[in-house]
């Protein structure tokens, strides 16, 4: 497996932890829905959160910037699709997780709702 994809596991089974720490429920986990692959999708209280995590060795570039208009419409289209197939009472947010570091040293930004999903899918 390539360095970034073993990165990327990891910051994402840290961000599990963090979500389950936080009170979160985790009811799904590298979820493929319209395409799109979901990283976590979690309930707390009355939301159903769908969670991006974007991982990095440092902080050079911004990792949140990865999660660009295009990627925003795309999370909103799977979401949709997962809310659309359930009969679900929550209000849907997208939320993102940083990830910065390594297993020795590292920092976990979580940024609840992001973004709103763009109305014009993302054009």
Known sequence: MAGHNELGKWGEMVAREYLLTQGYAISGENQRLAGVEIDFIAMRDDRICFVEVKTRSS???????????????????????????????????????VVIGSPDSYRLEHIPDAFYPPLNGGR
């Open 59 to 97: 902080d050079f570039l911004d990792p949140a910037e990865a999660v660009d208009r295009r990627k925003q419409a795309r999370l909103a289209k799977a979401a949709d699709a997962y809310m659309q197939g359930r009969d679900l009472p929550f209000e849907p947010q997208f939320d993102i997780i």
